[in-house]
């Protein structure tokens, strides 16, 4: 269908961007789901389009520049445009808390920058590409996390905890430049603590809980807020 909103969901095999797929695929978007994994996306793909969900796959590394450009260039090419940049991929790369390396007395710069390339660098690079295929309605969506809130930071996993924290800032950063005008909406959220493969079983809410606040970040009316940090759709500090 020519008419139908485009979304790019990355890191999306399994976990919340599976489901953020799934979701936004129910709301009547053509939904991109994004996996570095050819094998496991395309049967992430396959399950959804049994569904009957109009679902297709996007071969992406988030931290490979050629990847990235080859997203850019199908979306131009097929589409002329996106309406939904999720940038849900994020790695976990510290080690345990009870690890001496996961103070940040003794952590590897090395973690610490292969934090950054995924969870900071890559969603900033990933909105410098697909922003201009965002004709005046764009949403662009920051999976964050409450580790990356400078209001309420405690100490340990420095890597994951500062790529979040500067995630936050990318959000406020191109928020700013563009501006209401734009009517491009950027936001970061916080999915809560979730029973994913990173967030482990003891976690507090279901994916299909997870995914609530990030679909409904990726969705915003023409009056919705842009710049901000939510939580389940409600605002938290920074
Ligand atoms: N679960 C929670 O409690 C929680 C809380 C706060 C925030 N979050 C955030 O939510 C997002 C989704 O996490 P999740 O809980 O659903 O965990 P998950 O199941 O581990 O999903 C993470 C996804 O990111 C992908 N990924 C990592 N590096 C990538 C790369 N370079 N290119 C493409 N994909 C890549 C992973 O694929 P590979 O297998 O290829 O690595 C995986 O599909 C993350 O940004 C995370 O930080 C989660």
Known sequence: ?????????????R?????????????????????????D????????????????FALLDVTDEASRLSLRDRLQQVFGRVDILVNNAG???????SDPQSSILQ??????????????????????????LM???????????????LSDMNGFCPAYRLSKTALN????????????????????????WVRTEMGGENAH????????????AATLPADGPSGGFFRHGEPIPW
């Open 107 to 132: 952590a590897d710069l090395e973690t610490l920058r292969r934090a950054f390339e995924t969870n900071t660098l890559a969603a900033l690079r990933l909105c410098q590409l697909l922003i201009p």
């Open 91 to 97: 790695i976990f790369p510290d080690p345990a808390p």
């Open 15 to 39: 976990g919340l961007g599976y489901e953020t797929c799934r979701q936004l695929a129910k709301q009547g978007y053509q939904v991109l789901l994004g996996a570095r994994r050819g094998a």
């Open 169 to 192: 800032a990318v959000t406020r950063i191109f928020a700013d430049e563009l501006g209401a005008d734009s009517g491009i909406k950027i936001n970061s959220v916080c999915p809560g």
């Open 135 to 149: 004709a005046e309605k764009g949403r662009i969506v920051n999976v964050s996390s409450g580790m990356g809130q």
């Open 205 to 216: 809410l279901s994916i299909e809980e997870g995914v609530k606040g990030i679909v409904w």
């Open 41 to 56: 996306g395309q049967a992430a793909v396959d399950a959804l389009v049994e569904e009957g969900l109009h679902v297709s």
């Open 1 to 13: 269908m020519p008419d139908q909103p485009i979304a790019i969901v990355t890191g999306a095999y």
